[in-house]
Nanobody
Framework: QVQLVKSGGGSVQAGDSLRVSCAAS????????MGWFRQAPGKDREFVAT????????LYTDSVKGRFTISRDNAKNTMYLQMNSLKLEDTAIYSC????????????????????WGQGTQVTVSS
């Protein structure tokens, strides 16, 4: 069992930066592919980014490429999402997720392939 606890988030203005973190307890995070998803009001949950177990591989949805950076510190059992140049359309509830995988060079972008989810955290971008 993995418990994912998020921190960060909040309200910022367009163009600002924000970082959200996802700390894991219960199991070693290095055994899991990690991902970030978001859901805006009235919209479906959307894949944002995923990172392989070691952090060597990363994948982003097109709308955040060049602005968001997913990273992880397995020694601290924590994953991060650094969000720069935030836009109004980035407003959403952001959730982290963990997927147990035996191989290192694996990424997971479909939400139904994740085993554990953290609570959502609100990110609001205003003009």
């Amino acid at each position: 069992q993995v418990q994912l606890v998020k921190s960060g988030g909040g309200s910022v203005q367009a163009g600002d930066s924000l970082r959200v973190s996802c700390a894991a307890s219960g199991r070693t995070l290095s055994s899991y592919v990690m991902g970030w998803f978001r859901q805006a009001p009235g919209k479906d949950r959307e894949f944002v980014a995923t990172i392989s177990r070691s952090g060597a591989m990363r994948l982003y949805t097109d709308s955040v490429k060049g602005r968001f950076t997913i990273s992880r510190d397995n020694a601290k059992n924590t994953m991060y999402l650094q969000m720069n140049s935030l836009k109004l359309e980035d407003t959403a509830i952001y959730s982290c997720a963990a997927a147990r995988r035996d191989w290192n060079m694996v990424l997971v972008r479909r939400h139904n392939e994740y085993d554990y989810w953290g609570q959502g955290t609100q990110v609001t971008v205003s003009s």
